[in-house]
């Protein structure tokens, strides 16, 4: 069954090595840890009000100096880990990290008050606590989770290309190097926009359960590279010299289209939200509909469809299924289908929610105004 599902190569470990793998994750929770508690940060002020003060909550972020310093210490072999481990322990790694994420959900749903999740089940699944700060708000763990998630992502996916140049030497795929491109990219992109972060659906309305710690984690750091799994067990295509050129630029381009549109939406709501007054880029009109004390966005990128942001996760993760080349192989799709099918049902969810906060009658408003959901002119 493993053979033919194309992962052998994942079970090659020696028993100790399998037990070292299994044990990676809770060594790189705990050295992140450290980093985010002990590296310099800047303090900032979010948009998620803290209910004992009445004031936006306090962060300190310092996620792109622990993110250099994880590239550095990888690159290096610093730690005498060699680069390619992260690849070969994943399966390994996911176990154990499953286990530890299993452990922190249920410290951090014992430790909370009960409130409105009765069922023990849906409180650990879910969560009971919106913030969870340590250590007078220097350490933020929602962050935290994000911080460790990408970097891991970015590491896993160089991981694999390592792995791959290792095992097929001058005929590797250039393809798999510019997945491991698009990834480090799309997480240096966050670290560097990270301030914004403070603004999105997972800082504001998720609860710390084993949803948002173990995505955060496990599924964010090591199952993001799902595809790499079964394609960095695959040489180089073969195509001609002309036919490779539109092969790697065609999905270069359309990962950098589908970046645009996610970082330019994201970027628009942030700013409207922080200088409601402000025109984006200095060219697009703040125009809003009125709902009580708030205010809903329908200009610009929020003018074309309601969850346009999502449009562009989508080309981002289109891009990733081809990216390698091998077009037919079900592996390559893995991601591309795992991300439509969350953001498909996540603006689901994001659309009840907005009904609520903005009231019924002001989100039917904004949905005459703004007739499609992701896809303008198909959904």
Same mark, same amino acid.
């Given at each position: ?192 926009? !990270? ?73 628009? #709501?942030?700013?409207? #939200?922080?200088?409601?007054?402000? #025109? ?32 562009? !996760? ?37 659309? #009840? ?27």
């Amino acid at each position: 069954m493993i053979e033919w599902l194309g992962i052998g190569h994942l079970f090659e470990l020696s028993p100790i090595e399998a037990i070292a793998g299994f044990f990676t994750p809770l060594a790189v929770f705990a050295a992140f840890f450290l980093a985010q508690l002990i590296l310099p940060g800047r303090r900032v002020t979010g948009y998620v009000v803290n209910p004992e003060t009445g004031e936006p909550r306090n962060y300190r972020l310092n996620g792109i100096l622990v993110f250099a310093i994880a590239l550095i210490v990888w690159a290096f072999e610093l730690t005498g880990m060699p680069r390619d481990w992260f690849y070969r322990s994943s399966i390994y790694a996911v176990a154990g990290g499953t286990v530890f994420c299993l452990t922190f959900s249920i410290w951090a749903m014992l430790g909370r008050r009960q409130g409105e999740a009765q069922n023990p089940f849906v409180a650990f699944w879910d969560g009971r606590s919106l913030e969870l700060s340590l250590f007078r708000e220097r350490f933020d763990v929602k962050m935290y989770l994000y911080v460790v998630g990408g970097t891991m992502l970015s590491l896993n996916a160089l991981s694999g290309a390592a792995y791959h140049y290792e095992r097929f030497g001058e005929d590797f795929n250039p393809g798999v190097f510019l997945y491991a491109a698009f990834f480090t990219f799309y997480v240096l992109d966050y670290f560097i926009f !990270e301030r914004v972060q403070l603004y999105t659906y997972d800082l504001i309305h998720e609860h710390l359960g084993m949803k948002l710690i173990w995505g955060g984690l496990v599924i964010y750091g090591w199952l993001y590279i799902l595809p790499l799994w079964g394609m960095a067990a695959y040489p180089n295509p073969g195509f001609s010299t002309l036919w490779t050129y539109v092969w790697l630029i065609g999905t270069a381009a359309m990962f950098l289209f589908g970046w645009g549109i996610s970082r330019g939406a994201n970027m628009q #709501k942030y700013t409207f #939200k922080r200088w409601p007054d402000r #025109k984006f880029l200095g060219i697009i009109e703040p125009r809003h509909i009125e709902a009580g004390d708030r205010k809903i966005l329908c200009s610009g990128l929020w003018g074309v469809a309601r969850h346009f942001n999502y449009m562009g !996760e989508g080309f981002f993760c289109l891009s990733v299924a081809l990216v390698f080349g091998y077009f037919a192989n079900p592996w390559a799709w893995t991601y591309f289908v795992f991300i439509v099918s969350l953001f498909t049902w996540r603006q689901r969810v994001d659309e #009840k929610n907005c009904a609520e906060k903005y009231g019924a009658e002001k989100w039917a408003e904004y949905r005459a105004r703004v007739k499609y959901r992701i896809f303008p002119g198909v959904y």
